[in-house]
């Protein structure tokens, strides 16, 4: 489970991709690093993203990180819609921000669009 402790010590987040190009769920989970920056691996799931902790993140446990990483299995996204239980619309990932799921997720709606710049 995700919580604020976790997310305390993220500078960033990389994407594989450009996160438009993504599909309309990614899965979020937490791993245990032995680095706060660079790519992640997830047993051999598909990664797609992965956070990046700032220089002075402290260590778990003896030079270990907790560190978010975004991936895919081999099915997804689901074609009927629906979504697992770790899904979050990739285009709400934040730094130091849980993913959310949203109706994009759920049922496949188009992301809203986005204000107009003042």
């Not at 990389?14 to 438009?20: A, D, F, G, M, T």
């Not at 706060?36 to 956070?51: A, E, I, N, P, T």
């Not at 002075?56 to 560190?67: D, K, Q, V, Y």
């Amino acid at each position: 489970m995700l919580t604020k402790e976790h997310l305390l010590h993220e500078s960033d987040v990389h994407w594989e991709q450009p996160v438009h190009a993504l599909p309309r769920y990614v899965r979020e989970s937490f791993v245990i690093a032995s680095r706060r920056r660079g790519r992640l691996r997830h047993g051999d799931m598909k990664v797609v993203g992965w956070s990046n902790l700032k220089p002075n993140a402290p260590s778990i446990s003896r030079g270990t990180f907790e560190r978010r990483v975004f991936w895919l299995k081999d099915y997804d996204p689901y074609e009927n819609g629906g979504c697992p239980a770790e899904a979050v619309d990739p285009l709400t990932v934040l730094p130091g921000k849980p993913g959310k799921v949203t109706d994009r997720v759920v049922r496949d709606v188009p992301p809203s669009p986005e204000p107009e710049a003042k």
